[in-house]
């Protein structure tokens, strides 16, 4: 007769062979790491991107709700300046081209990783964040001029609607800047295996989603007359 | 041909090896609860939290109805009532109903689905965490400047800087963030377990019908809080940072916040009533000893009722002048949700039709929850209708009207649902005698607090209204000033409270008592009840394998079926098909042994074990820390959003074993 124990440990075996080819990382053990995760999932999704997948579906209903604040009161401001005034939008367009090719650049820096180049993911990876960091630079003086012709967060609706829409988007794009460096870091110390093109994966998700709330809110804020 | 099961006479001695912690330490009793992951843990926690919460909101409810059981009322002073009537109905929203149905999504759904544990365990007790210090939070107002005041809806310009310039509301609001914070992480967890974490052969629509309701609760969840999410940033930027999002007179729009309040605030509702909804489910079922009556639509009627639900909102503001054109399109969509509704409260019926029904206590309340949400669904339909929702408005009808559906819906398939699984929660059976009392008093007492509110309502009675004279008309029978429905409503509400102190009662007594329940002592359908009662740390030894709907019946038939020698492949209860089994001729299968092993529990697993954690009590404190510091000093809050940062790269770093 067999043994219960027997049973269970047979029954195990194939999920334990189905990873035993997996390099033990730091990152086995960060953040999200699920429960069960060495094993098959039901959809063979990884868990961590689902959830990075539900984050963005459901930060799509943060930025919409923003946009729609700002689209109900467009023109509806008493006090001027109006948009149009002081919108610069040649300006304004060289700094979205600039978030835009940080999409392409955070696609190589994925290719590098599942060629398994680590230096070419690195090159990448820092270019991404600066042109980030351009983009957010961009807005920082942006907003000072605005600023410096009286426009705030005070100064009358439009100012209102449109510092909080744009500022939480500069939000988002200083934790995307953030968590690129941060996994630079990893790759550098040696600590981003090869075999985990997934984590690059998942902050490319969330860096791509950025730039395509950048795309509506310059057509609605900047181009919409 | 007869079949012998080889089954272990006793199973294998139990081998006492220490369950794989992996590196960290495991804690020991009151550090154990602090830093657990287990999600059976975490379910209990919030169930308790949520529990006490209930209490206080009870308590706020029983001083509003002797403040107003006679007229001129000085039991509190007005604005005493404006604090009460604000937190009963934020506390029962948000620190009692929700929480209560994440306690049963904690413990229930991994073991319906045949999973160790929620997906992301640590972020789950992030929830837990946050959750409760939100709600101490919240309250902590009453120490500081008094409790909030505008209601529970928040409507500007009343919750303005302007109106309410006191900490009451600031602690409203930035309370509701950190509380949407928790909801959030929690819906993000349960989506990714039920998508993600099936137990083999368990397709969508085998999956058990509370599952599917979590599911699309937590759908509602991720798309419905990021609105009020923006409306409460544009208040708290209104009030802090002298923005003028609702600030009319530099042309703001007060209706903004009504618009993003219930385009969260109606998917709201649903996302209290689904889980209730999903447990008298369950529990009608059982006690019926039939399949769930056309489980595809119960399913279809779910996710119609979660689509919808986001196309219905301005029925709650039919009043401020939207216009024909917007008012026709909500009327429709608000009567077309009904059929949905309509559609699941039939399946309920034809469930128990021709059933061999057991009234138990949990029976007592599902039946309960189907009549009384009826009435409640009735009058909501009312409500679809605009002329006469304009003459309800801020009337006590709509008060009676949603305590139909929150109290008579929502509450009664809570309690449902605690009666049901509390051998499973706890190892003890709970008294039926004292549960029938329960069961008694809170219907007869909600009838008796509820019922006449429809008429004080259509008689004209305001809501939210501190005190009557006794001219108007809703107090004075028989020459008693004193005498009237509004007196009727207040008895009423004591007697709910005794009903719920003969609750406390049996819990107590019960917890005192033998663990002695048995894993399965209803007869139940799902998997939760092929183990151990309480279960294991590690729920399952192997991953449970799912052949048809109604796991456990079918395998509790399937296995009757291997021991009589039958040949069947079609599993029957009460003449309905249950599902199709692949049947073994000669000798149980390995995969029918290891089956078997799960529900014989005797050795400890080798299942793997997360790793108990202080991270998420850290970071939920760092979170918590910023919102006292947006209200006392920004220098706080910036600690305190450091303070998070570096919680969460501990958490990140800290190895899950």
Known sequence: ?225 | MAVTIPRPAAPAAPVQAAPEYGTLPSYRGFLSWLTTVDHKRIGILYGCTAFAFFLLGGVEALMIRIQLATPNGTFVSPDAFNQLFTMHGTTMIFLFVMPMSVAFFNYIVPLQIGAPDVAFPRLNAFSYWTFLFGGIFMNASYFVDGLPDGGWFGYVPLTGPIYSPSMRIDFWMLGLQVLGVASLAGAFNFLVTIINMRAPGMSLMRMPIFTWNTLITSFLLIFAFPSITVGLILMMFDRFFGTNFYYAPNGGDPLLWQHLFWIFGHPEVYILILPAMGMVSEILPVFSKKPLFGYPFVVYATVAIGFIGFGVWSHHMFTTGLGPIANAFFAASTMLIAVPTGVKIFNWMFTMQGGAIRFTTAMLFAIGFVSMFTIGGLSGVMHAVVPIDMQHQDSYFVVAHFHYVLFGGAIFGILGGIHFWWPKFTGTMLSEKLGKWTFWLVFVGFNLTFGPMHFLGVDGMPRRIYTYSTFQGWSGWFGYDWLGWNMICTIGAFIIAIGILTFIYNAFHSLMGPKNAPNDPWDAATLEWSLPSPPPVYNFRVDPVVRSRDAWWSWKRRRQAVEAGENVATVTLAGHELGHVEFEEDHPSEEYLAQEANFTHGDPSTVHIPNPSFFPLIAALGLVTMAVGMIFSYVLAVVGFLYLIVAIGGWAMEPTG
Request: charge should be negative; hydrophobic fraction near 50%.
């Open chain 1, 1 to 225: 007769m067999v043994s219960i124990a027997h049973e269970v440990q047979s029954a195990h075996a194939p999920a334990h062979g189905a990873h035993g080819s997996h390099e033990p990382s730091v990152l086995d053990g960060p953040l999200s790491a699920p429960v069960g995760h060495h094993l098959p999932t039901t959809t063979g999704l990884d868990s961590r991107k689902l959830l990075m997948w539900l984050f963005l579906a459901s930060d799509c209903m943060f930025f919409g709700s923003l946009i729609g604040t700002f689209m109900t009161y467009k023109g509806r401001s008493l006090i001027p300046p109006s948009p149009h005034e002081i919108f610069d939008i040649p300006y304004t367009s060289v700094s979205a081209f600039v978030l835009l090719m940080s999409s392409l650049t955070m696609v190589l820096a994925l290719a590098a990783i599942q060629r398994n180049d680590p230096i070419r993911l690195r090159v990448w990876l820092i270019t991404t964040a600066l042109l980030g960091t351009v983009f957010i630079g961009g807005q920082y003086y942006e907003f000072h001029v605005f600023y410096q012709e009286g426009l705030n967060l005070q100064h009358s609706l439009f100012g209102s609607a449109f510092f909080t829409l744009t500022g939480f988007h500069g939000a988002h794009v200083t934790i995307g800047i953030f968590w690129l460096l941060y996994m630079t870091a990893l790759s550098w110390t040696g600590r981003l295996n090869a075999e985990q093109p997934l984590f690059i994966e998942i902050a490319g998700l969330y860096w791509h989603f950025v730039d395509i709330v950048w795309i509506v809110i310059f057509t609605v804020v900047y181009l919409l007359p």
